[in-house]
């Protein structure tokens, strides 16, 4: 996965790569979006329906990508890679594994997490081995802006 960052990176010398990045999960996001509620409308809605359109947005905008970019990016990639025996595709793997359990909504929205988990893991990694700064916060701001995105979409324009 982290060749394929290469390869974005080098296709889309004009475009900055956290661009490309977010595009091909929003692009994603929607491909399986539109697939999985042809057959069951209601299978991604995970929120409450009491919660009001603040609490969503702050829960999954704001406070869910912070926390699981912690967690399940910055935590478990940061001490794998100081085990230099676990290959990159390893970490990647964990790394998505775990993002994908957490968001045990249902086994479509783990399917669809794990892939948006490896993106995450992947993107991070290339940040590091790069020896950019602010891997955190780039993974952070990039899953905020998903789900942001996704917040639009699904909550304001109900789609």
């Not at 996965?1 to 977010?22: A, D, G, H, S």
Request: no cysteine; hydrophobic share 55%.
């Amino acid at each position: 996965m982290i060749k394929y960052i290469y390869y974005l990176k080098r296709k889309t010398n004009r475009v900055p790569l956290f661009f490309v990045v977010f595009s091909i999960d929003l692009v994603f996001h929607l491909i399986v979006s539109y697939i999985v509620t042809i057959y069951n409308p209601e299978i991604l809605n995970v929120f409450d329906e009491n919660m009001s359109l603040t609490e969503i947005f702050v829960l999954s905008v704001i406070i869910g990508p912070l926390i699981e970019t912690f967690l399940f990016q910055y935590l478990i990639i940061e001490i794998l890679s100081f085990f230099k025996k676990i290959k990159v595709n390893t970490i990647i793997i964990i790394s998505s594994l775990a993002f994908s359990l957490i968001h045990y909504y249902n086994l479509i929205y783990i399917i669809v997490t794990f892939l948006s988990g490896t993106i995450y893991a992947s993107y991070y990694l290339y940040l590091k081995i790069e020896k950019k700064r602010f891997q955190f916060l780039y993974i952070w701001v990039l899953h905020s802006l998903y789900n942001f995105s996704v917040f639009i979409l699904d909550d304001i324009l109900g789609w």
